[in-house]
């Protein structure tokens, strides 16, 4: 069983930054693929960004592109989100994810869950 502990988050004012960190227990950390997610109010689930096992190979849903950036380290079983230019719509609740297989998209069906920080961009 892993468990995925984060932290981070907070209120910013828009065109701010943040960063989450995601902190995993276990010693396979390294062969999973690891996501992030954002849930708004209201609103479904929304896959944010990617990152492979060894950390070469990301993937970012468009509206974050160029601002988010998805890391890990591996020495340390965390993965990060590191949010530049922050926007009131990048307002949710988010949640970093593990995957056992080593998958890292937003199809993926993730076998592990953190749980949940509040991120609130005001205007």
């Known amino acids: 069983q892993v468990q995925l502990v984060q932290s981070g988050g907070g209120l910013v004012q828009a065109g701010g930054s943040l960063r989450l960190s995601c902190a995993a227990s276990g010693r396979t950390f390294s062969s999973y693929g690891l996501g992030w997610f954002r849930q708004a109010p209201g609103k479904e689930r929304e896959f944010v960004a990617g990152?492979?096992?060894?950390?070469?190979?990301?993937y970012y849903v468009d509206s974050v592109k160029g601002r988010f950036t998805i890391s890990r380290d591996n020495a340390k079983n965390t993965v990060y989100l590191q949010m530049n230019s922050l926007k009131p719509e990048d307002t949710a609740v988010y949640y970093c994810a593990a995957d056992r297989s080593g998958a890292y998209y937003a199809t993926t069906s993730y076998d592990y869950w953190g749980q949940g920080t509040q991120v609130t961009v005001s205007s």
């Open positions: 990152i492979s096992r060894i950390g070469y190979s990301t």
